[in-house]
């Protein structure tokens, strides 16, 4: 198991299970140093689905809090939230910029109320998926892209689009410094799917880290745990790696995204 994973959520989201504290306990057993949460952040409206309400997010922060300090001898935690980046909804995401240790893009939606990344299948829209990490890195909002390759979930023929897109977020890591991730969530949990192209996991996607390892970028792997079960269990972890095998990928071990987190948070406005 590694040592360090800043992607791990909540029951809050509905799609999680287990107690926060179990969480931390099950990082413990499994050898993490750093336990960074980032469950997905709420905003203003009930859309998009799948996570916690607004009302819910003082709680969130404090429960972390309070067991920062209570396992503080055992384990580092740290506090941040997986979110999007909806220009509707800045003044939210300035308050969490703010108040937390880091940020995670996971870019779930194309815009705010509509075009689920999951259910992308053109070139066009591969595209404005891409526009919208990129304005988020532009504006210093996230830290790190998580499963920057979530977008192809639904995608059915990686086509010369697929490539472009990978090609430009290679190249949006690179002019921002922004490390990408190779995620161990749900997209290798889940096992492969039958795609009009062939098999494979919904992500991580090999011609994404084809182009990553081309140019170099920088790789954080995140484990996107939702059950503190995960935390015990390199199944996950392996396919994902199964998936960039023989790549010359470079992954950061030990990575401090809090530090980093500091500098991009004085940049931010
Ligand atoms: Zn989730
Ligand atoms: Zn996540």
Not at 3 to 9: C, D, G, M, P, R
Request: with cysteine.
């Amino acid at each position: 198991m590694i040592k360090t994973n800043w992607h791990t959520h909540t029951n809050r989201c509905g799609h999680a299970v287990g107690e926060d504290e179990e969480y931390v306990l099950a990082a413990i057993q499994g050898g993490l140093k750093t336990l960074g949460f980032s469950d997905h952040a709420a905003y203003e409206d009930p859309y998009p689905p799948e996570r916690m309400d607004i009302s819910e997010v003082p709680g969130y922060f404090a429960s972390i809090r309070s067991l920062q300090e209570k396992y503080k001898d055992r384990i580092r935690i740290c506090l941040g939230m997986e979110v999007e980046y909806y220009p509707e909804q800045w003044h939210v995401l300035s308050s969490y910029r703010r108040e937390l240790d880091y940020l995670i893009l996971g870019q779930h939606n194309v815009y705010y109320d509509r075009v689920s990344a999951y259910a992308i299948n053109d070139g066009d829209t591969l595209h404005r998926y891409v526009d919208m990490l990129e304005a988020a890195c532009e504006r210093n909002l996230c830290d790190y892209i998580a499963h920057p390759d979530v977008a192809l979930y639904g995608y059915q023929r990686l086509d010369g689009s697929v490539r472009e897109c990978a090609a430009r977020i290679a190249d949006i890591s690179l002019k921002y410094n922004m490390p990408l991730e190779l995620n161990t969530g749900s997209g290798v949990h889940r096992g492969m799917h039958k795609y009009q192209d062939g098999m494979r996991y919904a992500y991580p996607t090999r011609i994404f880290f084809e182009e990553f390892a081309r140019k170099h970028c920088p790789i954080i792997i995140g484990l996107d745990v939702h059950d503190p079960a995960l935390f015990l269990d390199d199944t996950d972890l392996n396919r994902a790696l199964s998936v960039i095998a023989d790549l010359d990928c470079n992954i950061l071990e030990d990575f401090d995204l809090v530090e980093a987190a500091k500098k991009r948070k004085a940049l931010f406005r």
